[in-house]
């Protein structure tokens, strides 16, 4: 579904301009970063032009005392951190991808580190963002809170580029731990390797990551990292803190995990034990391609409240034992997400992956959870948003979209699903 | 401004059929709590019926593995943290009143945990609203994270009933902290306090709250509390964690605080001294009003970026120079929001009480602050709403409100200036 043309912007008064005058000839027009979304956010289903936004990379302040950045939307998250260096800050948000941090506020993206720092919904203090008129809106402020008004910064996060495009934001950075240690941690079961997460949480432990990998992402890790982690269900934690702190925070997990049968608790203290174990994780989902050469990916992520996670996935892999092709299950299981890659070559794969999609995604709204907890809808989870909102979110979502885009040129045909 | 009647609910069909009834008829309706806001958010300015949610005081659900509860709107605070022990976790947010969970959550409210815990715009993960049609919207769910579709939770927190009324709220839980400590140490002037809140936040010690008052309201404290607290700038902390890690946190904080001329660092780890620390704060308000017997309170909130609190107390102290009134200045200086407690007798100190909340909140936006923290707008500081966002976000809040209810029934007049 290529678009109609690419215009490159570079900034919010070029993106003002564009967006103006596809108003005027009724061009839809889509917001692209760096392309790393994975629901078909940027695809130009409706044709229209692709608005190619990698040139507004400029970061147009820090404030290290106040804690925050602006930015302009190109400009992605390696390259902020970059920025950052010497100012003791960093930015912690971390889908995988080295993706734009404007794609990333537009899908509500967030990663490894959410289960301590937030995703962006939380980190994603103002915007400057272009309406579908042409008109230049500001919404939030740099204050650390505000109870004024109604709180259109959240309105755009997570809203695909449907209802604004965000030209320029402002987000939280955070001090760079003193010390950081990392943690890998072999269970018998994924319930054992859950209730060690739930015992983590409510002991309040306030660790940075945890991280659930099923034994095939193990396999396929070892395979492309070279590693020796025992292919089995595995946790792997980071803690951010005082040196004291972490040490303390790591034997608090260790004696969860020995109480649950975690065996092969190893430590990694060192920044290099450490780089590699994480190395190892970020890979896992190109590790998981190498299993099956050739392969493409399917990839889905549901959410589900903690308590109801094991039985999540326990379902999930009595159905993936009904299916002949690869399906790795890892995630950031501190939140309940997780995600699945499912390794598809040929129609009937698809066919496969779609059903194995489908039955988690609907599982995972049957717990309470949502059907997707950090790629966003795009095109291909639309056909779930009624299941997991109901008929009434659904109306009052379309009316808001109504309300700001009523000639529907923002990135039409993503989020809401059809009228039927 | 009385309403023209009261409708007491005790569920959600019964605020449904109120408000359809309401719909049907043209008639305001202001949904009311304990009537703990301050900014005239429950006044019936243009007429109508207060619908009184405080017999909605059921708690659904507590799902203590999740780390989150369900309730009914008209829910206090206390009364949810009543409901919670035993089960070793407990809900932070504490705006001082004991207010409603659906009224904190209409205004956004926060209080002093806010700077560890977020406000309740972080800690509302679900709701069920009732629309100005009468029609019965599900929000948001249990995930800890999801990026499926608008975020109509956030929409409508800090909305202040104008865009639907909050029925039942689902928030999220966190565990009681193993040990906590709390300190007061007083500085020589409020600088050097601002100062050691920077480093503090910077050094990335995880303090729950940090405090600052100032000499008057110290002097209200002594003399309501029974306290013999130095009479000078003074910042209050509490640290949240193991023993061992709340130890080295005031540890740390005592270092920062020495190096900027702090004095009178004072400990407080056993439970009641703690509880006695705390209790004249969170008097400080009413102690104010005990500074000239008979007065009444006009009380005001801004927040603007920490770098710019003490050049903003400093200036507004000089304003304080000028009125005859007594005002004391306090507030949650970890996120950079301060209270002024302005006591008025007279028609001439209301006057002087209005100049200096407008001087406050114009500099607080000059800064690229906030007119209000965690008060709201309401009747107050419609005001200054556009001042703050600007003629493009107004309209874009009043599409909102045109959207989500045309007939302007749902408290109507407050958040949005009248149309000029």
Request: a negative charge.
């Amino acid at each position: 579904m290529p678009p109609g043309g690419v215009v490159f912007a570079e900034n919010t008064e070029e993106i003002a301009l564009t967006v103006a005058l596809c108003a005027e000839h009724g061009v839809p027009v889509i917001p692209y970063g760096v392309g790393s979304s994975v629901e078909g956010h940027v695809l130009a289903s409706a044709g229209g032009i692709s608005l190619d936004l990698s040139g507004m990379n400029r970061i147009l302040a820090i404030h290290a005392e106040d804690g925050d950045a602006t930015v302009q939307a190109g400009v992605t998250r390696k390259q902020l951190n970059d920025a950052l260096k010497g100012t003791g800050l960093f930015f912690p948000i971390d889908p995988g991808a080295d993706a734009t941090l404007g794609g990333m506020a537009a899908t509500r993206a967030s990663g490894t580190n959410a289960v301590r720092y937030g995703t962006m919904r939380d980190n994603v203090m103002a915007t400057t963002t272009v309406l579908a008129d042409g008109r230049i809106l500001k919404t939030g402020g740099r204050a650390r809170k505000s109870s004024a008004g109604y709180d259109l910064t959240r309105l755009l996060v997570g809203s695909e580029g449907t209802l604004g495009i965000m030209a320029e934001l402002t987000v939280k950075l955070y001090p760079i731990p003193e010390a950081i240690s990392a943690a890998v941690c072999t269970f018998p079961d994924i319930d054992s390797a859950v209730q060690a997460v739930i015992q983590t949480i409510q002991l309040g432990v306030p660790v940075a990551r945890i991280e659930l990998l099923d034994a095939l992402s193990l396999k396929a890790i070892n395979l492309f990292s070279k590693t020796t982690l025992a292919e089995a269900p595995t946790l792997f934690f980071e803690f951010h803190g005082s040196p004291a702190s972490v040490e303390e925070q790591a034997q608090t997990v260790q004696a969860i995990a020995d109480d649950l049968g975690g065996t092969h608790f190893e430590w990694a203290a060192r920044p290099e034990d450490r780089s590699r174990l994480w190395q190892a994780r970020h890979d896992a989902y190109f590790a998981c391609l190498q299993l099956k050469p050739g392969c493409r990916c399917f990839p889905t992520d549901v959410c589900v409240p903690i308590s109801r996670l094991a039985e999540c996935i326990a379902a999930t892999n009595e159905d993936i034992a009904q299916v002949g092709i690869p399906i790795a299950l890892f995630g950031h299981v501190g939140d309940g997400n997780f995600h699945l890659v499912v390794l598809v070559d040929t129609e009937q794969d698809m066919k496969e992956a779609a059903w194995i999609s489908q039955r988690v995604v609907e599982r995972a709204i049957a717990m309470e959870g949502t059907c997707t907890g950090e790629h966003g809808i795009g095109l291909g989870k639309r056909k779930y948003l009624r299941l997991e909102h109901g008929d009434v979110a659904v109306e009052v979502m379309r009316a808001l979209k109504q309300a700001l885009d009523p000639n529907n040129i923002l990135n039409p045909g993503k989020v809401l699903p059809p009228i039927t």
